[in-house]
């Protein structure tokens, strides 16, 4: 039984702390403490993946050999298990790593340790990018492979290969050096396309028949005097051969015969082009049918084919005939969904919903655009949700949104087709979308942004050397491009989602590779699709065909082309089944917890809950966060994009007095439903104890006398408990059990008693021991000794409380004014006054505001002769006066009890 142990090294980071796991299950691995480059992309994430045939380490997205990963793909497992250490380096495993592999170049910082136990003793690994296989390693023993190298245009180069590319209209030098830096060159010395005699081009395996060669035109531009030769018509029969036995640099160009394909066209590589020996030769029709073919064998002086020149009336320089082909290509990056091509048509894949650097200028640190990425459906897929540019450091922002919006800061702008000047940016809107121009020292940025792509070109006389952000460099890693300061706190977590049982990736991958059919294909050969195909297939493979999401991907390439190349592809929407060029949700705002998509496939549009914040309503299958319950109100919002889910229209519900209804915020689109004590919507008050309840219900039922709907009947409960308000603790205790006076008045003489209960009964007495609660009833007895009932009555003439013990005090409050209890206090009761002698009332115990002191309590007393009078206060239920009946009164007294707390 064989170990398998794979080695991944990182070459350019300082790993962190050792880190050992276990696994027997796919799972996905952070490794952003040693980041690994798998041929010129950095990865801060590993995929390990078990299946019936393989085993697999990728990084962009698990195994699946339908789609376009990045992978290390070996044979089954005998044990599906794995043992993971990320560990720094030492010198012995630098030694042995360079010793293995001389080419190595850098330092080794950290290493990756995968071990598998696997089932046979030489097994065959192979490396894919984009699903291509690039290595294959028969593993025996100690076997050592180097994943490093360059990607441009959807191609891998090892380290150490410069190759000369025909690419859109430039003759460019693509180089990968020794330690795997890519740089290209575009050649000078007026180099471009030029016309020439019918060559051969090999692309993809086929030989088409083109007019066109990478020529470095080093001379001057030659006078125009030479004469031409006009061919016609080319037929086979029509091509003499001519046998030259001497060949000189003046009479024919060198060509020698490199390849010859399956249809025997010969491929002609012209080594040496002066424009002395360039003959002009000016061709009206040539087709495939009418060129010549070749099979040549041995190429000697003497079996070079030529072509017979039957006038020539100047032997001076020729003309060459040229089609128009620009000098060069606009620098085009495209975000479109989760994918990111750069300028050099190299693919990253952002896995998070954070903000990016996409484009930076080293030169001008002022300057920055940003992409911001966010989920929609799935939590697992991201998606480019808008765009920001940064102009003057961190003084103006500009916001393009979905929707076709656009912000400067917080201020939302009013664009149309016509330009405006903002800041000195260009802003434009149309029907496609949102286009700004930015003049920077010399070069202009242009960001098209539809809502769902963003296209960023260069064009100018100095373009940049070098570029930082997604767009330029791809070999930083995604950390060191992640913005913190513009991005949300957790935004790096990513999420696996449960595949989707309803994609057929082969149908999507046949969808994809329409960019390779026409009419794209008129843009194929200038503008390399297989990068399009790619991001297309690796999000279709995982997320549902939605939301324009099927031709997102080739309207981003179509426009890619015009931008690049200046080259149109006609009504590719036609066959392709889409709608014509439009901004998708154009002038539809959604709020930043949504999205803009599809109701039905080809159908409105309308805002979607966004995956992560629907899921902490729908784990708890609510529509809604909880009631808000204050004091005196109560309120409850729900989830617009939830209820359009469930097909419920907000306007139609209501709480249970159906005047009250749910109002929705425009920004957010939350629905909120409220009642307060001054309007309770219906809400039923209950008690319980120390609680108060209201209870209410969000519904869409009515009290019509329908028997039947067709609608679901919707109702949630909308109640508050609430406890009620804690008595004051505050306690009294009065100082005496009772407070007695007597009292000697000319003839009368008795003994006054003042006495406090909390009973009605008047049976349970106040002692200095009881704490009497604040609001808590007490009555408060005037009883006399020695007074004849039958001869004088008691009356209580006024009771009032003071904050000292002087009755006159300055802060005072009446219980008692004139025999009456005070009309603004509704606790006071009297009972018994001016009946005989002794009488009672009862208050609800207070203090006064602000002060904790002792309350005095004071009262006033008079006797009154019964012969012949009425002695009982009449109180006046409007006014609470009585008549005066003060002659008949006797022997007034007072008398005063203490309280403290």
């Given at each position: 039984?064989?170990h398998l142990?794979?080695y991944?090294?990182?070459?350019?980071?300082?790993?962190?702390?050792?880190?050992?796991?276990?696994?027997?299950?796919?799972?996905?691995?952070?490794?952003?403490?040693?980041?690994?480059?798998?041929?010129?992309?950095?990865?801060?994430?590993?995929y390990?993946?078990?299946?019936?045939?393989?085993?697999?380490?990728?990084?962009?997205?698990?195994?699946?050999?339908q789609?376009?990963?990045?992978?290390?793909?070996?044979?089954?497992?005998?044990i599906?298990?794995?043992?993971?250490t990320?560990?720094p380096?030492?010198?012995?495993?630098?030694?042995?790593l360079?010793?293995?592999?001389?080419?190595?170049?850098?330092?080794?910082?950290?290493?990756?340790?995968?071990?598998?136990?696997?089932d046979?003793?030489?097994?065959?690994?192979?490396?894919?990018?984009?699903?291509?296989?690039?290595?294959s390693?028969?593993?025996?023993?100690?076997?050592?492979?180097?994943?490093?190298?360059?990607?441009?245009?959807?191609?891998?180069?090892?380290?150490g290969?410069?190759?000369?590319?025909?690419?859109?209209?430039?003759?460019?030098?693509v180089?990968c050096?020794?330690?795997?830096?890519?740089s290209?060159?575009?050649?000078t010395?007026?180099?471009?396309?030029?016309?020439?005699?019918?060559?051969?081009?090999h692309?993809?395996?086929?030989?088409?028949?083109?007019?066109r060669?990478?020529?470095?035109?080093?001379?001057?531009?030659?006078?125009?005097t030479?004469?031409t030769?006009?061919?016609?018509?080319?037929?086979?029969?029509?091509?003499?051969?001519?046998?030259?036995?001497?060949?000189?640099?003046s009479?024919?160009?060198?060509?020698?015969?490199e390849t010859?394909?399956?249809?025997?066209?010969?491929?002609?590589?012209?080594?040496?082009?002066?424009?002395?020996?360039i003959?002009?030769?000016?061709?009206?029709?040539i087709?495939?049918?009418?060129?010549?073919?070749?099979?040549?064998?041995?190429?000697?002086?003497s079996?070079?084919p030529?072509?017979?020149?039957?006038t020539i009336?100047?032997?001076?320089?020729?003309?060459?005939?040229t089609?128009?082909?620009?000098d060069?290509?606009?620098?085009?990056?495209?975000?479109?969904?989760?994918?990111?091509?750069?300028?050099?048509?190299?693919v990253?894949?952002?896995?998070?919903?954070?903000?990016?650097?996409?484009?930076s200028?080293?030169?001008?640190?002022?300057?920055?655009?940003?992409?911001?990425?966010?989920?929609?459906?799935?939590k697992g897929?991201?998606?480019l949700?808008?765009?920001k540019?940064?102009?003057?450091?961190?003084?103006v922002?500009?916001?393009?949104?979905?929707?076709?919006?656009?912000?400067?800061?917080?201020?939302?702008?009013?664009?149309?087709?016509s330009?405006?000047?903002?800041?000195?940016?260009?802003?434009?809107?149309?029907?496609?979308?949102?286009?700004?121009?930015?003049s920077?020292?010399?070069?202009?940025?242009?960001?098209?942004f539809d809502?769902?792509?963003?296209?960023i070109?260069l064009?100018?006389?100095?373009?940049?050397?070098?570029?930082?952000?997604l767009?330029?460099n791809?070999?930083s890693?995604?950390?060191e491009?992640r913005?913190?300061?513009?991005?949300?706190?957790?935004?790096?977590?990513?999420?696996?989602?449960t595949?989707?049982?309803?994609?057929?990736?082969?149908?999507?991958?046949?969808?994809?590779?329409?960019?390779?059919e026409?009419?794209?294909?008129?843009c194929?050969?200038?503008?390399?699709p297989?990068?399009?195909?790619?991001a297309c297939?690796?999000?279709?493979c995982?997320?549902?065909a939605?939301?324009?999401?099927?031709?997102?991907f080739?309207?981003?390439?179509?426009?890619?082309?015009?931008?690049?190349?200046?080259?149109?592809?006609?009504?590719?929407?036609?066959?392709?089944g889409?709608?014509?060029?439009?901004a998708?949700?154009?002038?539809?705002?959604?709020?930043?917890?949504?999205?803009c998509?599809?109701k039905?496939?080809?159908?409105?549009?309308?805002?979607?809950?966004?995956?992560?914040f629907?899921?902490?309503?729908?784990s708890?299958h609510?529509?809604?966060?909880?009631?808000?319950c204050?004091?005196?109100?109560?309120s409850?919002?729900?989830?617009?994009c939830l209820?359009?889910?469930?097909?419920i229209d907000?306007?139609?519900?209501h709480?249970?007095?159906?005047?009250?209804?749910?109002?929705?915020d425009?920004?957010?689109?939350m629905?909120?439903?409220?009642?307060?004590?001054?309007?309770?919507?219906?809400?039923?008050?209950?008690?319980?104890?120390?609680?108060?309840?209201?209870?209410?219900?969000?519904?869409?039922?009515?009290s019509?006398?329908?028997?039947?709907?067709?609608?679901?009947?919707?109702?949630?409960d909308?109640?508050?408990?609430?406890?009620?308000?804690?008595?004051?603790?505050?306690?009294?205790?009065i100082?005496?059990?009772?407070?007695?006076?007597?009292?000697?008045s000319?003839?009368?003489s008795?003994?006054?008693?003042?006495?406090?209960?909390?009973?009605a009964?008047?049976?349970?007495?106040?002692?200095?021991?009881?704490e009497?609660?604040l609001d808590?009833?007490?009555?408060?007895?005037?009883?006399?000794d020695?007074?004849?009932d039958?001869?004088?009555a008691?009356?209580?003439?006024?009771c009032?409380?003071?904050?000292?013990?002087?009755?006159?005090?300055?802060?005072?409050?009446?219980?008692?004014?004139?025999?009456?209890?005070?009309?603004?206090?509704?606790?006071?009761?009297?009972?018994g006054?001016?009946?005989?002698t002794?009488?009672?009332?009862?208050?609800?115990?207070?203090?006064?505001?602000?002060?904790?002191?002792d309350?005095?309590?004071?009262?006033?007393?008079?006797?009154?002769?019964?012969?012949?009078?009425?002695c009982?206060?009449?109180?006046?239920?409007a006014?609470?006066?009585r008549?005066?009946?003060r002659?008949?009164?006797?022997?007034?007294?007072?008398?005063?009890?203490?309280?403290?707390?």
């Amino acid at each position: 039984m064989l170990h398998l142990l794979i080695y991944l090294s990182a070459l350019s980071l300082m790993a962190g702390a050792d880190e050992y796991r276990s696994f027997s299950a796919s799972s996905v691995l952070d490794i952003s403490s040693c980041p690994i480059t798998f041929y010129g992309q950095t990865y801060e994430q590993i995929y390990v993946s078990f299946t019936s045939e393989n085993v697999s380490i990728c990084f962009n997205d698990f195994y699946n050999p339908q789609t376009t990963g990045d992978c290390v793909v070996g044979p089954k497992a005998k044990i599906d298990s794995v043992y993971f250490t990320i560990s720094p380096s030492d010198p012995s495993s630098e030694y042995i790593l360079i010793s293995a592999i001389p080419t190595i170049k850098n330092h080794l910082q950290c290493l990756l340790l995968f071990t598998f136990i696997l089932d046979q003793m030489t097994m065959v690994f192979d490396a894919h990018v984009s699903g291509t296989t690039v290595d294959s390693w028969n593993v025996t023993g100690s076997t050592f492979a180097d994943i490093s190298g360059c990607r441009y245009s959807g191609n891998v180069y090892k380290p150490g290969t410069s190759v000369l590319l025909s690419s859109s209209g430039t003759c460019l030098n693509v180089s990968c050096n020794e330690t795997a830096v890519l740089s290209t060159q575009v050649l000078t010395g007026n180099s471009k396309l030029k016309k020439s005699s019918p060559l051969t081009l090999h692309r993809a395996g086929i030989a088409s028949v083109i007019a066109r060669a990478c020529l470095l035109d080093t001379t001057t531009t030659p006078t125009v005097t030479s004469p031409t030769v006009s061919i016609e018509t080319i037929t086979d029969s029509t091509i003499p051969t001519v046998s030259i036995e001497t060949i000189t640099d003046s009479t024919i160009p060198t060509v020698s015969i490199e390849t010859i394909t399956e249809s025997t066209i010969p491929t002609v590589t012209i080594d040496t082009i002066t424009d002395s020996t360039i003959p002009t030769v000016s061709i009206e029709t040539i087709t495939e049918s009418t060129i010549p073919t070749v099979t040549i064998d041995t190429i000697t002086d003497s079996t070079i084919p030529t072509v017979s020149i039957e006038t020539i009336t100047d032997s001076t320089s020729p003309t060459v005939t040229t089609d128009t082909i620009p000098d060069s290509t606009t620098p085009t990056c495209t975000v479109t969904g989760s994918t990111v091509i750069d300028f050099n048509g190299q693919v990253n894949s952002v896995q998070d919903r954070c903000v990016y650097s996409l484009v930076s200028d080293d030169n001008i640190p002022d300057f920055l655009v940003l992409g911001n990425f966010q989920e929609r459906r799935r939590k697992g897929v991201s998606f480019l949700e808008s765009v920001k540019l940064r102009l003057d450091g961190s003084g103006v922002l500009i916001h393009l949104e979905q929707g076709g919006r656009v912000q400067l800061d917080d201020t939302t702008l009013t664009l149309n087709s016509s330009t405006q000047l903002v800041h000195g940016v260009e802003l434009s809107k149309d029907q496609t979308g949102v286009t700004v121009k930015v003049s920077l020292s010399n070069y202009t940025t242009s960001v098209f942004f539809d809502g769902y792509t963003a296209q960023i070109s260069l064009t100018g006389p100095g373009l940049p050397s070098h570029l930082s952000g997604l767009c330029g460099n791809s070999s930083s890693s995604l950390s060191e491009l992640r913005l913190p300061n513009y991005s949300v706190s957790g935004c790096e977590i990513q999420y696996n989602d449960t595949a989707d049982s309803t994609i057929n990736c082969t149908t999507m991958t046949e969808r994809c590779n329409l960019l390779k059919e026409a009419p794209f294909t008129t843009c194929n050969s200038l503008n390399d699709p297989q990068p399009y195909v790619t991001a297309c297939t690796n999000t279709l493979c995982k997320y549902p065909a939605v939301d324009g999401l099927s031709c997102q991907f080739l309207k981003a390439y179509s426009r890619a082309c015009n931008l690049q190349n200046n080259e149109t592809v006609g009504d590719w929407w036609t066959k392709a089944g889409c709608s014509a060029p439009q901004a998708f949700c154009q002038d539809r705002t959604c709020s930043p917890h949504e999205f803009c998509g599809e109701k039905t496939d080809g159908g409105e549009t309308r805002c979607f809950c966004r995956a992560l914040f629907a899921s902490k309503y729908t784990s708890t299958h609510s529509l809604g966060g909880p009631t808000i319950c204050s004091q005196d109100s109560a309120s409850l919002s729900l989830v617009g994009c939830l209820l359009e889910d469930k097909g419920i229209d907000y306007s139609t519900l209501h709480l249970n007095d159906q005047t009250c209804r749910g109002h929705m915020d425009q920004q957010t689109h939350m629905v909120t439903f409220s009642f307060n004590n001054s309007n309770t919507c219906g809400a039923v008050v209950t008690t319980n104890n120390s609680q108060v309840i209201y209870k209410n219900a969000i519904t869409n039922q009515n009290s019509s006398s329908d028997i039947i709907t067709r609608h679901d009947q919707i109702y949630i409960d909308f109640s508050c408990v609430e406890t009620k308000p804690d008595i004051k603790t505050m306690s009294f205790s009065i100082k005496d059990s009772s407070v007695i006076q007597h009292i000697t008045s000319g003839a009368w003489s008795y003994t006054l008693t003042m006495k406090a209960y909390t009973n009605a009964k008047r049976t349970q007495a106040v002692e200095p021991s009881t704490e009497v609660q604040l609001d808590q009833r007490i009555w408060v007895e005037l009883k006399t000794d020695g007074l004849d009932d039958s001869l004088v009555a008691v009356v209580t003439d006024s009771c009032w409380a003071t904050s000292e013990p002087s009755p006159s005090g300055s802060l005072r409050y009446d219980l008692i004014i004139n025999g009456c209890a005070n009309p603004t206090d509704q606790t006071v009761k009297v009972e018994g006054n001016g009946l005989g002698t002794s009488n009672y009332f009862t208050f609800n115990m207070f203090q006064f505001t602000g002060k904790s002191g002792d309350i005095y309590l004071h009262c006033k007393l008079q006797l009154c002769v019964k012969e012949n009078n009425d002695c009982v206060p009449v109180c006046n239920a409007a006014s609470r006066r009585r008549r005066s009946l003060r002659s008949k009164y006797e022997a007034a007294a007072f008398i005063t009890m203490a309280w403290t707390n």
